[in-house]
């Protein structure tokens, strides 16, 4: 009845159940609706691989630092980083 989708890398947990999927799929809902429309930008396979160098030295930063950074640079690249706080799953659907 639930299918996964296809271009997400689920967790690897050893069951995946129908609340499980149903609350993934709205988890990545909320997250595509805040991302879409704000990049003009196109996806640049080539600018990302020549920022890789620039991500992997954010990784020694403090997160108020890391963060908008990297956000920038993949918004650079064509690509809108949304961040979500923690979301209960049982909040969203509890069946």
Do not use: H, W
Request: with cysteine; proline share 2%; aromatic share 12%.
């Amino acid at each position: 009845m639930f299918n996964f989708k296809e271009n997400v890398s689920y967790r690897n947990i050893q069951k995946f159940s129908e609340k499980y999927i149903v609350n993934s799929n709205i988890i990545l809902e909320i997250a595509s609706n805040q991302a879409r429309n704000k990049c003009e930008e196109k996806f640049s396979k080539v600018k990302l691989e020549q920022s890789l160098i620039d991500i992997r030295d954010l990784t020694t930063e403090s997160p108020d630092v890391f963060y908008p950074k990297l956000k920038q640079i993949l918004f650079d690249c064509g690509i809108v980083l949304v961040g979500l706080s923690a979301i209960n799953y049982n909040f969203i659907i509890n069946y």
